[in-house]
């Protein structure tokens, strides 16, 4: 009566094949075409900072369309606003990023982190509750709505922190370079390269090992299943949401930092690369956003290096390739 | 005890602008296996589905355990003890055998001797359960599928078209797994199969077009050839 299932493991040719290492094999092109190992080493720490940056933004946005078949655009706005009140936190706390308070400049920084992430939380909860659930299973009202939504929060930004450009401190204990050799690389980017992997390392334990990864898996893949099974997969959804929500704006704040110098329209500027990330990552999938985000950094740095001309169009063209090889994108989660 | 788990009175299902149950009247008793059987298209996935909430009656009113479920969340359907196995069985396909299993649990902690007994039922689900549930062959899914609704005592468990797509010999095998199953709750089975059906059903039900045409015991219907031939225009010999 049992039939042999094929084997979950790959042999040793199909695993090289592997989209996972996609960016590993851009990296390795780019070296032959750069020929400079520190001027690689450069763009790669870069493109691997921008990356994660943008993972950031769109692992929750992934999740979000994943589990719920919802079309956020307003989710731009929780970057914006992370961007700003780290922004804001840093400044406040200014005489605390001096050469003499080490201590005191990380503790600006993880204030100005946690200020911004505890925004996304409630924010997120408050707009899945008022701007999302009324347009469930109905795309094109929640891209309208959702737009709009994105609309009224900049002419929030606008109202709170005026419509010019706002200046980042960066905080000290980041700011600088190390120098290895012809090599210097931004400690900013290592810290961006550094957060992006404890993030990833979360996400993936806990939807790995706990009972509520699990549920978020399985409604990705089946969310009238899981219902069916007697759970209220609309609760684990804001949950999600709230979580993106406040992934979204770290990222946003890390993006203040990256950039020192940030307008109201950041996030309606980081969109478009965010959900270029979600589809050539593959939508309900955080591994693919992963690698979707890594590929986008990557590719953005190493073409305005190579083809400034081309830099504003590489990502789009790295995800017309992707679309053209894998329509579903490179990890697209399973539905049911 | 009640005399009655599960009743439907006068059940109008629309999916759209389609009106597909006019009115689905029907009693299923406590224990033993009751057949719903019809032709595709004559609402016997929708009766299911609307059973579990999964889609909402327009009017009439169900009651399962003496309790109106009419408009309860599937959610809250399920935790009172009602098991759906729809017909593309939905198994998670990403999660190993043993996860898919897990979720169906109340707590995420397996109650052993029910989880031996699963395996005891289906062997394959034992050998395989730390594999991906997408590898399993298409009876292997549908064992999963039926292990996951009994991985915990159920007081219903609605199944849809177990037979559909699978080998004889499995189908063969699965009688005397439901029988077992029907030892302990009561079983609603939606069909084609007229032969399948028979050999397990107590009571039979057939709908079509939306309506119960005719309901009672399975022996009578198997007994009664004037009657089959009335019903044949249900395409009920279509298996048989």
Not at chain 1, 58 to 74: E, H, I, K, Q, T
Not at chain 2, 122 to 144: E, H, N, V, Y
């Amino acid at each position: 009566m049992a039939e042999a299932p094929t084997s979950d493991s790959l042999p040793w040719y199909r695993a090289l094949a592997n989209v996972n290492w996609l960016p590993a094999a851009l990296a390795l092109a780019a070296f032959a075409a750069i020929g400079s190992p520190a001027t690689w080493v450069t763009l790669t720490v870069a493109g691997l900072a921008m990356g994660m940056m943008i993972f950031l933004m769109a692992s929750g946005l992934s999740l979000v369309f994943g589990l719920m078949d919802v079309l956020n655009f307003g989710h731009s706005a929780f970057v914006t606003f992370g961007a700003f009140i780290a922004a804001t936190v840093l400044a406040r706390l200014a005489g605390w990023n001096t050469a003499d308070t080490p201590f005191l400049s990380v503790v600006a920084l993880l204030l100005a982190i946690g200020a911004a992430a505890l925004f996304g939380l409630v924010a997120g909860w408050f707009f899945e509750r008022v701007i999302i659930r009324p347009v469930y299973q109905d795309h094109l009202r929640q891209i309208l709505v959702t737009i709009g939504a994105l609309i009224v929060a900049q002419e929030l930004v606008m109202v709170f922190w005026g419509g010019s450009p706002v200046s980042v401190p960066r905080p000290l204990i980041l700011s600088g370079s190390l120098v290895f050799g012809d090599i210097s690389i931004e400690i900013y980017r290592i810290f961006a390269v550094i957060l992006g992997l404890i993030v990833y390392v979360g996400m993936h334990l806990g939807l790995n090992r706990t009972r509520i990864g699990l549920l978020v898996r399985a409604g990705v893949e089946n969310r009238e299943m899981v219902e069916a099974l007697g759970f209220r997969i609309d609760r684990l959804f804001i949950g999600v949401f709230m979580v993106g929500s406040a992934l979204a704006a770290l990222g946003g704040a890390m993006w203040a930092g990256y950039e020192t110098l940030i307008a109201p329209d950041l996030g309606s500027e980081v969109l478009v690369l965010v959900f270029i990330v979600v589809i050539i990552g593959g939508l309900g999938s955080v591994e693919g956003s992963l690698i979707g985000a890594l590929l986008v950094g990557l590719t953005n740095n190493y073409v305005a290096f190579l083809m400034p001309k081309l830099a504003l169009a590489s990502t789009m063209i790295l995800m017309v390739l992707v679309l053209i090889w894998r329509p579903l994108g490179l990890k697209p989660a399973a539905k049911g | 005890m009640t005399e009655h788990l599960l009743r439907l009175d006068d059940v109008r299902t629309d999916i759209g602008h389609y009106h597909i149950l006019h009115g689905v009247s029907l009693v299923i008793p406590e224990g033993g296996v009751h057949v719903l059987l019809g032709r595709n298209g004559a609402g016997k996935t929708t009766t299911l589905r609307t059973i579990m909430g999964l889609w909402r009656a327009a009017r009439g009113a169900i009651i399962f355990d003496n309790r109106d479920i009419t408009g309860s969340h599937t959610a809250d359907i399920a935790r009172l003890g009602v098991a759906y196995v729809p017909e593309n069985m939905g198994i998670f396909s990403t999660l190993t055998v043993l996860e898919n299993l897990r979720l169906a649990t109340a707590t995420g902690a397996f109650n052993n001797e029910r989880l031996d007994r699963a395996y005891d039922l289906f062997p394959a689900i034992r050998q395989f359960r730390d594999k991906r549930a997408g590898t399993l062959s298409g009876g292997q899914k549908q064992m999963l599928a039926i292990a996951r609704a009994i991985i915990e005592r159920r007081r219903l468990i609605l199944i849809d078209e177990p037979t559909k797509g699978l080998s004889p010999a499995i189908i063969r095998a699965m009688i005397g797994v439901f029988r077992e199953i029907a030892l302990e709750t009561t079983i609603l089975l939606v069909e084609q199969n007229f032969l399948f059906a028979r050999s397990l059903g107590d009571s039979v039900a057939v709908i079509d077009d939306g309506r119960i045409a005719h309901s009672g015991a399975m022996a009578s219907l198997a007994a009664d050839s004037g009657l089959q031939t009335r019903l044949l225009s249900l395409s009920l010999d279509a298996h048989g």
